[in-house]
């Protein structure tokens, strides 16, 4: 599989955008249909953190300060190429690190309206996402026809299909995957063939194993949901926890896991609408009431047969950190099964203390 | 049959040789700079001061920070659990446990069967645990063992706002320089770690009977101070720091 920033300096040469994303909520089909490369940058790095102190504050979530401190230190490998941000207005931390990003590249930031239920809201919303429509053209200097979109759509539905079809082996008792293994499926850079056949590849080994009886945990080994903040790749840390204490992540409700695979975008219809339909259902706990998250949950806790749910907190995440409650109340009283919730970090300086608390609780299932 | 339980701790190590009814011997060591190989002396010590030789040690279990280095282990708990199963042997009818060891502090609340039902632990954090008492300890030239009688000659207290260990020192080293009187700088100071712990009964609730274990419980002041914020008697074990090992001892006779 090629390297994703060797694809991404391959594009540019031969003339293609490059668009910058931080957020499930992108319209990633958009920028596709303006023949640019969507490519989420990076954030995932406790040694970019320093250096965004020296700007931000220190007590803002470990996502957005290794994110700021790419940018500040000039280390992540796509932002130096790209045409463009395109970011949301999600939680007040990323919303105003943009204006930051803003002094030095085009940002544009779509104004995400958060009541899921209200039909204005949504008719906003898709103005934004009409708006973003308009910026790529005269970004890319090309007009975006609908016929563009719906391709687009297809390529989009298609790599979720197989990224969803890759964490639904989650399903197999006993686990034929770890969550860390899952955890590495995802690539950075939207609607690639190579990625696409990658995942054909992952998906028919996974099945091999289960042909073969070679599983990925002990049969008997407590089956975990993860819900709450992402985990991209380098802050997979209780991921690694769990899965050092015996248990299997077989369900992640997370950005980085099932949570933007859910829905497909509606291949009939508008296309402009369908696409703004599907990005404005995402279960964010910057949405309010976020009931979508605990119908998520309580269907992936069916469907996948949890043991546990265990809620990470990125510290500092506020939206995350007070839903939590609520979740807490849920998962006990609805579901009926244990839930923790963990507060960290991107340091690994806890690990130690994180595997007290999950040792307890894969004990105690 | 004798078994063994472990707790390498942050700051201590405490042994308990256990015959499947009651205790036969205890250690109590520092962790110091080489746990692990402290673990092993303190093991060895107990042993031979009981006069057991290792083959009759039918299962050890070991707990704490290092349990996964121990070698000697036969299988490792967690603490908390360790800690549950120490507090329900000697006190059958405790629904709470209140835990503050060296570098943590936990609440657990037990079911009808002396089993945990739920738990909360401080983030990382070291206000309200056993080494802040510890800095204080140093700071205002007060042995850690005299701390609780220090504090038993009056009620008055002082505010100790900061939420953040090194914010608390200077608070204090700013108290006793405008002449607050040490007794009453200490009874702010343990009035501080009861609210940082109490802090952690919304999770889990605070039903009685509550009982306080772990190295911070032989301090009276901070048994004082928690029983003062809650209106509650607190059980106290007679040797607090070795709960968590005796309930390790305890779950090694159930699996041997």
Not at chain 1, 127 to 145: C, D, H
Not at chain 1, 333 to 358: N, Q
């Amino acid at each position: 599989m090629f390297l994703e920033v060797d694809l991404v300096r391959d594009a540019k040469r031969h003339g293609k955008g490059v668009v910058g994303i931080y957020c499930e909520f992108t319209p990633r089909e958009l920028i596709l249909a303006a023949n640019a490369l969507p490519v989420c940058l990076c954030g995932a790095n406790n040694r970019t953190i320093p250096p965004a102190e020296t700007v931000l504050p220190s007590n803002l979530c470990p996502l957005i300060k290794s994110s700021f401190g790419y940018i500040l230190t000039n280390r992540c490998p796509f932002y130096m190429v790209l045409d463009l941000v395109v970011a949301e207005t999600t939680c007040d931390g990323k919303k105003k690190m943009y204006e930051l990003i803003a002094e030095k590249k085009p940002v544009h930031v779509l104004e995400l309206t958060q009541k899921v239920d209200e039909q204005e809201a949504f008719d906003h919303w898709l103005a934004e996402v009409r708006k973003l429509r308009k910026r790529l053209e005269q970004t890319f200097n090309r007009t975006i026809t609908d016929d563009d979109l719906r391709e687009a759509i297809r390529m989009m539905n298609k790599e979720r299909g197989l990224l969803k079809e890759a964490f639904e082996l989650g399903k197999e008792e006993p686990a034929v995957l770890t969550g860390k293994e899952l955890s590495d499926i995802r690539y950075r850079v939207a609607g690639v063939a190579g990625h696409l056949k990658m995942l054909d590849e992952f998906i028919s080994e996974a099945k091999r194993r289960k042909e073969t009886g070679r599983f990925a945990a002990k049969a008997g080994a407590p089956r975990i949901m993860l819900t709450g903040c992402p985990t991209a790749q380098g802050t997979t840390k209780l991921i690694e926890v769990i899965e050092e204490c015996g248990a299997v992540v077989v369900a992640q409700e997370t950005c980085s896991g099932l949570k933007p695979l859910d829905l497909m975008v509606d291949e009939d219809g508008d296309p402009l609408e369908a696409i703004a339909r599907k990005y404005f259902k995402l279960p964010c706990s910057c949405m309010t009431p976020n009931t979508g998250r605990t119908e998520l949950i309580e269907r992936l806790a069916r469907e996948f047969r949890v043991n546990a749910v265990i809620d990470l907190v990125w510290q500092a995440c506020h939206t995350y950190n007070v839903e939590s409650y609520l979740i807490d109340k849920f998962v006990r009283e609805k579901l009926g099964i244990p839930y923790m919730k963990i507060e960290t970090d991107y340091s690994d300086s806890d690990r130690e203390r994180l595997k007290v608390r999950v040792q307890t609780l894969v004990e105690m299932l | 049959m004798l078994t063994c339980g472990v707790d390498i701790g942050s700051r201590s190590i405490e042994i308990v040789l256990f015959d499947g009814a009651a205790v036969v011997e205890t250690t109590v060591a520092n962790s110091g700079s080489s746990p692990v190989e402290n673990a092993k002396k303190a093991f060895s010590d107990t042993l031979s001061s009981a006069g057991v030789r290792r083959e009759e040690v039918a299962k050890v279990v070991a707990t704490g920070y290092g349990r996964n280095y121990f070698k000697e282990a036969d299988t490792v708990s967690s603490e908390i659990l360790c800690h549950a199963k120490g507090v329900s042997y000697l006190f059958p009818t405790a629904c709470t446990v209140i835990d503050i060891g060296g570098q943590d502090s936990k609440m657990i609340s037990l079911d009808t069967n002396g089993r945990v039902s739920n738990f909360v632990m401080n983030d990382r954090c070291a206000a309200g645990t056993g080494k802040f008492i510890e800095m204080v300890s140093l700071m205002l030239d007060v042995p850690l063992d005299s701390m609780g009688v220090v504090t038993e000659v009056s009620n008055e207290v002082c505010e100790i706002s900061s939420m953040c260990a090194v914010f608390a020192e200077s608070e204090i080293i700013g108290l006793t320089q405008s002449g607050t009187a040490v007794d009453v700088v200490l009874r702010g100071v343990f009035r501080s770690v009861a609210k940082r712990t109490l802090a952690m009964s919304g999770k889990v609730g605070l039903t009685a009977d509550v009982v306080f274990t772990g190295g911070v419980a032989r301090n009276a002041g901070v048994v004082r101070a928690i029983e003062h914020e809650t209106g509650l008697k607190l059980l106290v074990p007679p040797e607090p720091q070795i709960t968590g090992a005796l309930g390790a001892a305890i779950i090694a006779a159930s699996k041997a």
